[in-house]
């Protein structure tokens, strides 16, 4: 193969033959399900085989050139047209045998398709089913069809499979050689069908091998230490909160404190909307590991949230005589010797609490707040401090149970199902870049009421990307615009000057805020009513919806504006889907079907490879299989060394890749 084409292959995932095997196909064309052109009706997609009869090309103003075709099955006549088709029109000549895929129209007098997805059936092509390969670069898919058949078979046979026997026996599982041929190259659907849940279990049992077998390593050695969760400290404090829990946040709460007051470790993910208040029964866990003599450790994801879940800890707990300490980059000796000491009860951070020179001196509850940011070795680097602390995670990514469950390994799952009382939906709104006078309007009107006004953009300053507002250039605007009191955070500010902004902002002696997505988890300023995301079709649907999250959290309602022209029909759909809905779990699910579960779930970030060929929702129930079967492999087997399941621990080390510590390794 020359090397073009061994470059456009490798940006498949191919760069050696191996590895052909595991470049899927997207779909399949069922070639047995053919029409006969006779039986077309009219808005129907078909798949139809038929024969170049005339090939026109007709010139259309302002449009290049139209490709019209006549095709035939000897049942009927077919139009086909191609617009833009200038270097098409080569391609097409009489006597053509082609498969076209395709929604059928009336054009006149004959039935037609526009612009189907076409192939050339070249000489004989012996199967039925036809794969329909991802492409790259110069390769097509006739290319792919032919390396396929010919490299398939004797790479396949080749495999050798990682699954134990007695597992495929029970669920009547073909072999893995086997189902790499028949997801090739399948003599039928039901073929193909098996082939692939086979195919699926390899994948999601690797990916659940590999969380659990790094769950029970995150614990730290020895044993917990039950917590006392209904002592003095807890009492006066719950008693000095400003609000009642929710009945959700009290159900939430009985769960954690259940499992705090066990010996054995908590490992818990709390899961709950955007603003339904989880950082109260993070709170509430913390002062249960102080009441019972031990520390607690509280990790965010940045310094502006660490700064302030600081604050809003240090202004509950400083009244009980609860020392709290924010720990970042540049914290100094005497604060750490502090906390090696145990003089410190509760300690928040950023990332900083993973370094070796922090050490605690009786570690009891971990917090891990908006844990999608962080990997797994992140969250383990901080339990390891302790002797098996309890592990609280708290994420407003709502994914379905079973994902979640599979995603976080053995956590177990806690929801805080609804709101605080009093919370609207934050009503929102779209809006086209030339409305922006509009909408600046709209936040000068709040600033008038007394509110205040987030502005946030994708970018700090003016980018290449023809007319991105950028943040500083938005603030330099607004600065002159007379009466507004207007800041500006962004990343590259140093922490010191972000803290001294967002403190000033939650004072109020900002009306406007600029900034980028550093505000984008957790931030909360109760007189922030309004926020306009300038460019919205630059973010993400989980990152829009956690920035809408940031208003509406005090008394008066929130409205979030989006400014954009979005140039794609998938933004377009994004911004919808966040104009149409306000919870959080729906938008998640919209999320998932848009972009796949390797970005939603941040299993990128987790560092592991995730799927490439299952579906978690449609798989769900070989997701609940795996994990079942995972967690009995691992009981019976913790390191993987029975010589029958050396196959699944090759392929769960190299999913952990680079998330895997070396000393795991051996
Ligand atoms: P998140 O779950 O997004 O982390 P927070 O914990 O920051 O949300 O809570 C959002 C706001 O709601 C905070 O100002 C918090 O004090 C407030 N809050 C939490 N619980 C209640 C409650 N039961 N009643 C009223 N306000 C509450
Ligand atoms: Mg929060």
């Known amino acids: 193969m020359g090397p073009r084409r061994a470059e456009d292959l490798g940006r498949l995932g191919a760069s050696s033959a191996g590895e052909l095997l595991t470049v899927w196909p997207r779909r399949y064309q069922d070639r047995t399900r053919l029409t006969p052109l006779a039986l077309l009706r009219v808005g129907e997609e078909a798949v139809v085989r038929a024969r170049v009869l005339t090939v026109m090309p007709r010139a259309v103003p302002g449009r290049d050139v139209m490709a019209q075709l006549r095709v035939t099955d000897?049942?009927?006549?077919?139009?086909?047209?191609?617009?833009?088709?200038?270097?098409?029109?080569?391609?097409?000549?009489?006597?053509?045998?082609?498969?076209?895929?395709?929604?059928?129209?009336k054009r006149g007098r004959y039935l037609s398709m526009a612009h189907p997805e076409w192939e050339e059936i070249e000489g004989q092509e012996p199967l039925d089913i036809v794969p329909v390969y991802p492409l790259s670069g110069d390769l097509k898919q006739a290319f792919m069809r032919q390396l396929m058949r010919m490299v398939v078979p004797g790479l396949a046979a080749q495999v050798s499979d990682p699954m134990p026997a007695a597992i495929l026996q029970?669920?009547?599982?073909?072999?893995?050689?086997?189902?790499?041929?028949?997801?090739?190259?399948?003599?039928?659907?039901?073929?193909?069908?098996?082939?692939?849940?086979?195919?699926?279990?390899?994948?999601?049992?690797?990916?659940?091998?590999?969380?659990?077998?790094?769950?029970?390593?995150?614990?730290?050695?020895?044993?917990?230490?039950?917590?006392?969760?209904?002592?003095?400290?807890?009492?006066?404090?719950?008693?000095?909160?400003?609000?009642?829990?929710?009945?959700?946040?009290?159900?939430?709460?009985?769960?954690?404190?259940?499992?705090?007051?066990?010996?054995?470790?908590?490992?818990?993910?709390?899961?709950?909307?955007?603003?339904?208040?989880?950082?109260?029964?993070a709170a509430l866990a913390c002062?249960?590991?102080?009441?019972?003599?031990?520390?607690?450790?509280?990790?965010?994801?940045?310094?502006?949230?660490?700064?302030?879940?600081?604050?809003?800890?240090?202004?509950?707990?400083e009244p009980l005589g609860v020392r709290v300490e924010c720990l970042t980059g540049g914290a100094s000796r005497e604060l750490r010797e502090?906390?090696?000491?145990?003089?410190?009860?509760?300690?928040?951070?950023?990332?900083?609490?993973?370094?070796?020179?922090?050490?605690?001196?009786?570690?009891?509850?971990?917090?891990?707040?908006?844990?999608?940011?962080?990997?797994?070795?992140?969250?383990?680097?901080?339990?390891?401090?302790?002797?098996?602390?309890?592990?609280?995670?708290?994420?407003?990514?709502?994914?379905?149970r079973t994902l979640a469950l599979t995603v976080y390994g053995d956590l177990n799952l806690t929801r805080i199902e609804g709101m605080p009382p009093g919370r609207e939906p934050v009503a929102t709104v779209r809006r086209t870049r030339a409305e922006r006078r509009?909408?600046?309007?709209?936040?000068?009107?709040?600033?008038?009421?007394?509110?205040?006004?987030?502005?946030?953009?994708?970018?700090?300053?003016?980018?290449?990307?023809?007319?991105?507002?950028?943040?500083?250039?938005?603030?330099?605007?607004?600065?002159?615009?007379?009466?507004?009191?207007?800041?500006?955070?962004?990343?590259?500010?140093?922490?010191?000057?972000?803290?001294?902004?967002?403190?000033?902002?939650?004072?109020?002696?900002?009306?406007?805020?600029?900034?980028?997505?550093?505000?984008?988890?957790?931030?909360?300023?109760?007189?922030?009513?309004?926020?306009?995301?300038?460019?919205?079709?630059?973010?993400?649907?989980?990152?829009?919806?956690?920035?809408?999250?940031?208003?509406?959290?005090?008394?008066?309602?929130?409205?979030?504006?989006?400014?954009?022209?979005?140039?794609?029909?998938?933004?377009?759909?994004?911004?919808?889907?966040?104009?149409?809905?306000?919870?959080?779990?729906?938008?998640?699910?919209?999320?998932l079907q848009m972009r796949g579960p390797g970005e939603v779930l941040g299993l990128r970030q987790h560092g592991l490879q995730g799927f490439s060929l299952a579906n978690p929702l449609r798989d769900l129930a070989l997701l609940q299989d795996a994990r079942n079967l995972a967690r009995t492999i691992l009981e019976e087997d913790p390191e993987l060394r029975h010589p029958e399941h050396q196959g699944l621990r090759d392929r769960v080390v190299s999913a952990l890749g680079a998330a895997l510590p070396a000393s795991l390794l051996h």
């Not at 006549?77 to 045998?97: D, S």
């Not at 002062?287 to 509950?316: I, S």
């Not at 951070?349 to 370094?355: K, M, S, V």
Request: with cysteine; glycine share 8%; hydrophobic share 45%.
């Open 74 to 105: 000897d049942t009927a006549v077919m139009e086909v047209t191609f617009f833009h088709a200038r270097f098409l029109l080569r391609r097409f000549r009489p006597g053509q045998e082609l498969v076209l895929i395709g929604k059928v129209s």
């Open 170 to 281: 029970a669920r009547e599982l073909p072999g893995r050689a086997w189902s790499l041929r028949a997801i090739h190259l399948p003599r039928t659907i039901e073929e193909q069908e098996r082939a692939r849940t086979r195919l699926v279990l390899d994948e999601v049992l690797t990916v659940t091998l590999a969380i659990q077998w790094l769950r029970t390593r995150e614990r730290g050695p020895g044993a917990g230490r039950p917590l006392n969760t209904t002592g003095p400290l807890v009492t006066r404090f719950r008693a000095s909160l400003p609000f009642l829990l929710t009945g959700f946040q009290e159900r939430a709460w009985a769960e954690i404190e259940t499992d705090l007051q066990r010996p054995a470790p908590m490992a818990r993910l709390l899961q709950g909307d955007v603003g339904s208040g989880k950082t109260v029964l």
């Open 287 to 317: 002062l249960a590991a102080v009441e019972t003599g031990l520390q607690a450790a509280f990790m965010a994801p940045t310094e502006v949230l660490a700064d302030q879940q600081a604050r809003v800890l240090t202004r509950w707990f």
């Open 338 to 400: 502090a906390v090696r000491l145990g003089a410190v009860g509760v300690v928040v951070g950023t990332q900083a609490l993973i370094q070796d020179s922090v050490e605690f001196d009786r570690l009891g509850v971990v917090v891990v707040d908006e844990q999608h940011r962080f990997g797994v070795r992140q969250r383990s680097g901080l339990t390891a401090k302790g002797h098996a602390p309890h592990l609280l995670v708290m994420t407003a990514t709502p994914i379905p």
């Open 438 to 591: 509009a909408v600046y309007q709209e936040v000068m009107a709040a600033v008038r009421r007394g509110e205040q006004a987030y502005v946030v953009c994708p970018h700090v300053e003016e980018s290449d990307e023809g007319g991105v507002r950028a943040a500083t250039s938005l603030y330099e605007g607004m600065k002159t615009v007379s009466g507004w009191r207007v800041g500006i955070v962004h990343g590259r500010l140093d922490s010191e000057a972000k803290a001294a902004v967002m403190e000033q902002f939650r004072r109020h002696e900002f009306d406007v805020l600029v900034a980028t997505t550093i505000i984008e988890v957790g931030v909360d300023v109760a007189d922030a009513t309004v926020i306009v995301i300038e460019d919205a079709d630059r973010f993400g649907l989980a990152q829009l919806h956690q920035l809408r999250g940031r208003v509406g959290r005090g008394t008066r309602p929130g409205r979030c504006i989006l400014v954009a022209d979005p140039g794609t029909e998938e933004a377009e759909e994004r911004l919808q889907a966040l104009v149409d809905h306000h919870d959080g779990l729906e938008l998640a699910e919209i999320d």
